[in-house]
Each structure stands twice: as C-alpha cells, then as structure tokens.
C-alpha cells in the first residue's frame, strides 16, 4: 500500500491506496479561511497546512487500518503548486519515509489529475484524450500509458478556467470558490440572454479566458449604468450566459481534438471536472468518456498514489535532498 499527500494548494490531503488502485482512506481537509481574502492566500495556506498535516496523515492510517511500517512506500506531490504549501508535503513526507527507511515516491500534480481516471474499481485505461481544467491549470493532453508518456496538445494562453469561474464570480459579488457559487447563480438564469466571447480568434487546440473576463466587466458597467441596483435575475443570466462561455470554450477545442487525432475516448480532471453543464457537455461529445466522482475532481491524495503506483520509488537516502517546484521541471 502507498500513503501519498497532496499540499500543492489549500487543501490538506492524505489517502492510502493499493497497489491494484482500490483506496482504503481519501483525507482532504478544505482551508475554509481563504474565502475572506476572495482567493487563496500562499503564505495562509503554508501555515495551515502545518497544523494540519499531521492529523489528515493520522486520519488516512486509521481509516485505512495500517500502520506506517506496514506500507511499501511513500508518495507526494513534488510540484508544480505554491511552492511554500508544496514544501510542507515534502518535507512531511521525507520524514515519514526516512522514519521507516521506506522509499519514495515523487508526483506531478498534474499526472495525478491523470491517474485519477487509473483507479479502482472502474479504471478508464490508456490511450485517451484528457481535459484538466483547474485553478492553475487548462490543457488538453493525449495520454498513451499509465506513466509520464502524454503529450499535451493545447494549454491557456493566460487564465486558467478555475480562475475564469473565480474572477467572473468576484465581478456578479458571490464568494470564493468561484466555481460551485456562480454555477448555483447560473442554474436561474438563461444562458442565452449574452452573447460572450469564447475565444475564436485562438488557434489550433490551445485556451483563451482573457478577452472572456474583459467582456463580462464591460458587460456588467453598462448594465449597472442603466440600473445601479441590477436584479438578481439579470445577474443570473449574466452567469449563466458567463459559464456557457467558459464551457464552449472547452468543448470546442475537445471536440477538435478529437476530430484531430481520431481517439474516440476523453477523461476529464481538475476541479473545474466537477461543473455540471461541462459533465453534460462532455458527455455529448463522445460516448466513451471517463468522469471521476466529484472528490477525485478537485485536489486529492488518491489521485497522487495512484499515479505513483507507475513511478520509479526512490529508495532511502536518495530523496533527502528532494525539493519542491512550483513550475517548470523536477528535481533533485
């Protein structure tokens, strides 16, 4: 069995998978502190991942009936996140490993957001065309194995789609996480009253939300210069001409892509996974597609031991000197 932990942003997460991808205990504990700052706070989140760590890795353990000298290795999320959080991870895990003399095992975060769809007890194998959309992350990838071997074929040109949702929700007053608020706003509204942008003018596969946001400033100054006190209905269509935006986007360049490439089967990751009109719109596009239950969506600790249970271990000492990385490639 793999103990992994996930701090890459501002959930805290501690899961025990097997090594045939059946999860004996997914912890994730949400910062719920963030939603005054109207966004995650680095620094914040460093600081409560270190009084939460312990007691999420305690939990998994014990959800999961295992003791620490019982399982066959450790894995974490290396990078790319906030390096600050991402540090708390691996130096938790770097001493719970060295503790027992157990290997370990470096993730991507975004291969975890892949191997999400490799778990039990309905694992979606390879090849396949993949979608993440998060909060730090958008791109298309085509996945050929359960390892490392995908090559991304389209990613954002600016926002992610995560921070579409948040930023568009800041703009209509609802709270952080952006996403699920302006989704609840949307479900009133008509998707049709608002004509947005949905990036046509980028080629090929890649992503664009900027000219999006822009819009839906522009938008909303003009009807608030109409009438200062807008009616939450119109804020409703606004949302859910708004989401309808972010969800074609999407779907265009995956339908695309699949055209492209001529691979007739799609996952989806990310947190931005758990929209309910992307799922149905996903779902239109192909009939083999692999959706993830909603906590495997959004950051989790099962999804990192699951896409360690393809990675070369390092055994004890050679990752002692492991390090973070917020971006760009791993190291030693």
Same mark, same amino acid.
């Given at each position: 069995?793999?103990?992994?932990?996930?701090?890459?942003?501002?959930?805290?997460?501690?899961?025990?998978?097997?090594?045939?991808?059946?999860?004996?205990?997914?912890?994730?504990?949400?910062?719920?502190?963030?939603?005054?700052?109207?966004?995650?706070?680095?620094?914040?989140?460093?600081?409560?991942?270190?009084?939460?760590?312990?007691?999420?890795?305690?939990? $998994?353990? &014990?959800? +999961?009936?295992? #003791?620490?000298?019982? /399982?066959?290795?450790?894995? *974490?999320?290396?990078?790319? =996140?906030? @390096?600050?959080?991402?540090?708390?991870?691996? $130096?938790? &895990?770097? +001493?719970?490993? #060295?503790?027992?003399? /157990?290997?370990?095992?470096? *993730?991507?975060?975004?291969? =975890?957001? @892949?191997?999400?769809?490799?778990?039990?007890? $309905?694992?979606?194998?390879?090849?396949?065309?993949?979608?993440?959309?998060?909060?730090?992350?958008?791109?298309?990838?085509?996945?050929?194995?359960?390892?490392?071997?995908?090559?991304?074929?389209?990613?954002?040109?600016?926002?992610?789609?995560?921070?579409?949702?948040?930023?568009?929700?800041?703009?209509?007053?609802?709270?952080?996480?952006?996403?699920?608020?302006?989704?609840?706003?949307?479900?009133?509204?008509?998707?049709?009253?608002?004509?947005?942008?949905?990036?046509?003018?980028?080629?090929?596969?890649?992503?664009?939300?900027?000219?999006?946001?822009?819009?839906?400033?522009?938008?909303?100054?003009?009807?608030?210069?109409?009438?200062?006190?807008?009616?939450?209905?119109?804020?409703?269509?606004?949302?859910?001409?708004?989401?309808?935006?972010?969800?074609?986007?999407?779907?265009?360049?995956?339908?695309?892509?699949?055209?492209?490439?001529?691979?007739?089967?799609?996952?989806?990751?990310?947190?931005?996974?758990?929209?309910?009109?992307?799922?149905?719109?996903?779902?239109?596009?192909?009939?083999?597609?692999?959706?993830?239950?909603?906590?495997?969506?959004?950051?989790?600790?099962?999804?990192?031991?699951?896409?360690?249970?393809?990675?070369?271990?390092?055994?004890?000492?050679?990752?002692?000197?492991?390090?973070?990385?917020?971006?760009?490639?791993?190291?030693?």
């Amino acid at each position: 069995m793999i103990l992994a932990l996930e701090t890459s942003c501002d959930d805290t997460c501690a899961a025990v998978v097997t090594r045939d991808g059946e999860i004996r205990a997914n912890v994730i504990s949400s910062q719920g502190v963030h939603d005054r700052y109207g966004g995650v706070v680095p620094e914040v989140a460093s600081r409560h991942h270190l009084e939460l760590v312990g007691a999420v890795v305690e939990d $998994a353990l &014990a959800q +999961a009936d295992v #003791a620490l000298p019982e /399982l066959d290795a450790v894995a *974490v999320t290396q990078g790319p =996140g906030l @390096v600050g959080a991402l540090l708390v991870g691996v $130096a938790t &895990a770097k +001493a719970l490993a #060295a503790a027992h003399r /157990l290997p370990l095992i470096p *993730v991507d975060h975004l291969h =975890g957001h @892949v191997a999400a769809s490799f778990l039990a007890p $309905a694992p979606f194998e390879p090849p396949f065309l993949i979608l993440i959309a998060s909060g730090g992350h958008t791109l298309l990838a085509h996945v050929r194995d359960h390892g490392q071997d995908w090559e991304v074929l389209g990613s954002t040109h600016d926002d992610a789609a995560g921070e579409a949702f948040d930023k568009g929700a800041r703009m209509l007053g609802l709270g952080y996480p952006g996403g699920p608020a302006l989704q609840r706003l949307a479900a009133d509204g008509d998707p049709e009253a608002f004509d947005f942008p949905t990036a046509r003018q980028v080629a090929g596969l890649d992503f664009s939300f900027s000219g999006l946001k822009t819009a839906l400033l522009y938008k909303l100054r003009e009807l608030e210069g109409i009438d200062p006190t807008l009616p939450t209905h119109r804020r409703a269509d606004l949302a859910a001409s708004y989401q309808r935006a972010i969800v074609e986007t999407l779907a265009r360049r995956v339908e695309r892509a699949l055209e492209q490439t001529g691979i007739d089967r799609l996952a989806l990751g990310g947190g931005v996974a758990a929209n309910g009109p992307l799922r149905e719109r996903m779902r239109s596009l192909v009939a083999d597609v692999d959706i993830p239950p909603i906590e495997l969506c959004t950051d989790n600790a099962a999804m990192i031991a699951s896409a360690a249970r393809f990675l070369p271990a390092l055994p004890f000492p050679d990752y002692l000197s492991l390090d973070a990385y917020a971006t760009g490639e791993r190291g030693l």
